[in-house]
Structures are given as structure tokens and as C-alpha cells.
């Protein structure tokens, strides 16, 4: 079956500092990898997204993933952390001919000033 | 503007009642998915429609049913069955296969 695992529940940066938040996945296949971020009550918003081709994509808000086969990793980063990014984050993964995604169980962003 | 609306925003169950949830998109889009969110939990796939008139059970199908009579509506009926429906409800869209999923708010179902 289908996982990803995100092993950070919580994270805390400071104002300014660089993110960087983590995504593993299990499977074989070539997967179709998105990350998604969610604020309190609000329905999730579509981060940025890996097809096929470059292995390092850029998104909405600054934020940028790097898909890496070897480690089975869709990391997502930010360089420089804005208060505003504190929300939830999600990795999800899909595969050619599956309707479905599955997705982690998220990691919540703190700011700290 | 596009998007999806799931209303209403809040909804209160008493003990032994059917609740619908609704959802609506204006996005033309095929497949369209119900979620469960739990804290700590992640989204749980409850059912998904890829066509008209069509659905599959996802993982937690369980207490919940759907239909599929309109490409653009979706709606969730939260049944007696389900004996711990407390929870975050999100819809979602997308074009199709392997494509981005479109959310929704969200409905937030609580027990009376």
C-alpha cells in the first residue's frame, strides 16, 4: 500500500530562517508529488506540484521541493520564513493510473518573532 | 470566479439523525472527492466519483454515502451509522487522473 510520512509533527523557525520541512514516500513507481498548506478552519491551497522532468520545483509564496528518487524525499523548503507561513503543510503522493492521492499526516509550521 | 463551495460551514448532528453535506464546483472538473480530517489524523479518502452517476468507497466509506447525479455536485450524507462523525469534512476536484486536487473550506460536523 500506498504511505508517506512526514516525521515532523511540529516545527518551529524563526521569523527570517530557512525552512525546511520533510516527505517520504513508499512505492516504486514514479509518483506524482504535491504540497499543500491549510490555515486554521480553511480548506488546503496547492503549493506547488512534480510531474515529471526537472527535480527541483518552484511554487506559490517562495516555497520550492526537491524530488529525490535515490531517497524516495519530496522535501519542501523556504529560505527565508515569514510569520505568515505558519499553517499546516502536506505532502501528497499519486501514481500514473490511480485516481486517488494519499496524503501525510501533516507538519505544523510555528513562527516564532 | 472558479472554485468549490461546501456549505453549510458548521452543522450540528443529534444522536440518531442523517446529515448532507454539500458540495458544488463551477470548475468542470470530472473526479470530485470527499475527506475526513481528525487532528493529527491527515485526510482520510471517505468516497470519490470520477464520473456522473458513478462513485467508489475510499478508505472510511463506513456510515457515510454519496451520489453522483450532476458533474458539478457531490454531496455527503453523514448517516446514524456513523458512530463518531465529529470531524472536518473537506471536498475536493480535480480534472482527473494524476492531476492536482481543488479544495473546498470545509464543513465542521459536531455531535448535540
Known amino acids: 500500500a500506498q504511505s508517506v510520512t512526514q516525521p515532523d509533527i511540529h516545527i518551529t523557525v524563526s521569523e527570517g530562517a530557512s525552512l525546511e520541512l520533510r516527505c517520504n514516500y513508499s512505492y516504486g513507481a514514479t509518483p506524482y508529488l504535491f504540497w499543500y498548506v491549510q490555515s486554521p478552519g480553511q480548506g488546503l491551497q496547492l503549493l506547488l506540484k512534480y510531474f515529471s522532468g526537472d527535480t527541483l520545483v518552484q511554487g506559490i509564496k517562495g516555497f520550492e521541493a526537491e524530488f529525490k528518487r535515490s531517497q524516495s524525499s519530496f522535501n519542501l523548503r523556504k529560505p527565508s520564513v515569514h510569520w505568515s507561513d505558519a499553517a499546516e503543510y502536506f505532502c501528497a503522493v499519486g501514481f500514473s493510473g490511480y485516481s486517488t492521492l494519499t496524503f501525510g499526516k501533516g507538519t505544523m509550521l510555528l513562527v516564532s518573532p | 470566479d472558479g472554485g468549490i463551495t461546501q456549505s453549510p460551514k458548521y452543522l450540528f448532528r443529534k444522536e440518531g439523525q442523517n446529515v448532507t453535506l454539500s458540495c458544488e464546483q463551477n470548475l468542470n472538473h470530472d473526479a470530485m472527492y470527499w475527506y475526513r480530517q481528525d487532528p493529527g489524523q491527515g485526510l482520510r479518502l471517505i468516497y470519490y466519483?470520477?464520473?456522473?452517476?458513478?462513485?467508489q468507497k475510499g478508505d472510511i466509506a463506513e456510515g457515510y454515502s454519496v451520489s453522483r447525479e450532476k458533474k458539478e455536485s457531490f454531496p455527503l450524507t453523514v448517516t446514524s451509522a456513523q458512530k463518531n462523525p465529529t470531524a472536518f469534512y473537506l471536498c475536493?476536484?480535480?480534472?482527473?487522473?494524476?492531476?492536482?486536487?481543488?479544495f473546498g473550506d470545509g464543513t465542521r460536523l459536531s455531535i448535540l
Open positions: 475536493a476536484s480535480s480534472p482527473g487522473q494524476d492531476q492536482p486536487q481543488h
Open positions: 466519483s470520477q464520473i456522473v452517476n458513478d462513485f
